[in-house]
């Protein structure tokens, strides 16, 4: 009887992570929800105060959510302040999501405090995203947040102090309906030396001119739409070409042309240079029944040597005159070949689409998948006829794989 109950011993469950270091056991304590990194202080004596080595405050969408369930969302302020009282190492990376619920209970105040304490912690990474209701009016500290590498704002208003002079530090910036009260906006991400990545989503309201965002040089993915920027209602070929021209480290491209028309005669409109780190390109809301618009898409990606990966959703609705393609037999001939991997097509079965894929499967020797979805569902008979269409295309490459979902 003594032997099994040694035997058993041996086998009995270990409390390896207790013994692991400090550093390693932040590591996986950051990686759970926020609400499960605390509670195991309930573990045991040991645990008691684990959690407040986290380095990673996650204030997010489920966080709250398990409030509510918990019924203590009217504490969600001394929650968030408690916690971050309680860290007691630095304090990478916070991100807090506002609830048009909660926001009744919080005040810019409390904000503007939490941000004051994670200056301090020499946070590296804030995300501040709130829904509906009023703006978020972002806190003065912080700007005083100058160890920041990564920022994303939503739904908020701006207004940097007169004292602020950049994040020498901010490598991306992501910005979804932000309104900048006192015009700064280009001054503001001017001052940002480092930036790689900049998105500029929906409803900025600000007056960003092309010319400001060609100055990044640093920069290697941009995220827009042409019709938040600037006004630009009426764009041409050739202002596309000169902003991505002018990033010459530019390796992601997702441009929107929402509510954007090209000027007329523009087709055919050569690219004067090439874009060599181009690696990954996505089109969005482009009228292709345009002649000018299915031109500068063309042009892009012809020159583009070295684009693995392409995404186009054209714009659909307008009931206009198609233009004609200008994607022809005699293009391929004069064409350099490309490196495309990977495209994702969105369709709605015209002719201009059906140019531009041709051109996209004859002059891409290494593509792996083409997916091709409809619009919308589309009627049997047209379905048939654009995938007979399709079989008789040519390929340049012996594997790819037509994906029609």
Not at 40 to 60: A, E, G, M, P, Y
Not at 301 to 309: A, G, M, V, Y
Not at 323 to 339: G, M
Request: hydrophobic share 40%; charged share 25%; aromatic share 10%.
């Amino acid at each position: 009887m003594e032997l099994i109950t040694h035997k058993a011993s041996n086998f009995a469950p270990q409390d390896v992570i207790s013994k692991m270091p400090d550093n390693v056991v932040t590591h996986i304590l950051d990686r759970l929800p926020l609400q499960d990194a605390v509670r195991t202080s309930i573990l045991s004596r040991n645990w008691r105060l684990k959690w407040t080595t986290l380095s990673q405050l996650v204030f997010d969408k489920n966080f709250f959510e398990y409030l509510l369930k918990t019924k203590s969302e009217n504490n969600y302020e001394k929650i968030i302040s408690r916690i971050l009282l309680n860290i007691r190492g630095v304090i990478t990376k916070f991100v807090l999501y506002i609830e048009e619920q909660s926001y009744a209970i919080l005040d810019d105040e409390d904000v503007n405090h939490w941000m004051l304490c994670l200056s301090r912690k020499g946070v590296k990474d804030i995300s501040l995203c709130k829904e509906n209701g009023p703006r978020l009016w972002l806190p003065t500290h912080l700007f005083s947040c100058l160890e920041l590498k990564h920022l994303k704002l939503n739904y908020c208003d701006f207004d940097p102090p007169s004292s602020f002079n950049g994040f020498p530090n901010l490598l991306s910036l992501e910005l979804h309906i932000v309104r900048f009260e006192s015009g700064k906006f280009v001054e503001f991400f001017t001052q940002c030396p480092v930036l790689e990545t900049l998105t500029m989503g929906f409803s900025i309201a600000s007056n960003v001119k092309l010319a400001e965002i060609a100055k990044l040089a640093n920069l290697k993915k941009l995220s827009f739409c042409f019709g938040n920027l600037d006004k630009r209602l009426i764009i041409s070929s050739g202002v596309v070409f000169e902003l991505v021209g002018s990033l010459p480290k530019l390796e992601e491209l997702e441009m929107e042309f929402l509510w954007c028309e090209f000027i007329k005669d523009d087709a055919k409109k050569r690219c004067p240079t090439t874009f060599p780190c181009l690696k990954t390109l996505e089109i969005s809301t482009m009228d292709l029944e345009n002649g000018g618009m299915l031109s500068c898409a063309f042009e892009i990606i012809r020159s583009s040597p070295n684009l693995q990966t392409l995404k186009i959703i054209p714009s659909f609705g307008d009931e206009g005159i198609p233009t004609p393609s200008v994607c022809s037999l005699e293009d391929y001939k004069t064409t350099r070949l490309l490196q495309l991997r990977s495209v994702e097509f969105t369709h709605s079965c015209t002719e201009n689409e059906l140019r531009l894929i041709e051109y996209l499967l004859a002059c891409s020797p290494f593509l792996e998948k083409i997916v091709i979805h409809p619009f919308c569902a589309l009627q049997p008979d047209d379905e048939l006829r654009f995938a007979t269409e399709l079989l008789k295309l040519h390929r340049a490459s012996p594997v790819v794989d037509i994906d029609l979902n």
